[in-house]
């Protein structure tokens, strides 16, 4: 890259992350009541990204071959038991990746 080059990527790069954090506060003030649409995708969002990540995370496993999906299984099984217990989406999913890296890495 040129230098040139790199001065405006930097500069696309601050407006990109100027935009995405100002545009937000601009498009809904604090005064003004959020508009129902954006709610709905409030509550809706959260559980499709979820969704969409387990999916995507056990798109390649085959039962029929290997360890037949179980450390998958198991950290599945880990990310639920933590989640009803204490009800921490981010602890979950940690507990679960720790669970899963460690039954690959020592056990599979």
Known sequence: MTFPQRIITILMVILGTMLT????FLL?????????????LGKVLPAAVFGLLVI????????????HGLPELIAILVVVLLHLWKRQMLLSIAGGTVCYMLLVQFVF
Request: glycine share 6%.
């Open 21 to 24: 954090r100002f545009l937000p």
């Open 56 to 67: 995507y995370s056990l798109r390649n496993v085959s039962v029929l071959t290997g360890t």
């Open 28 to 40: 809904f003030p604090a005064g003004k009541p959020t508009p129902k649409s954006i709610q709905y």
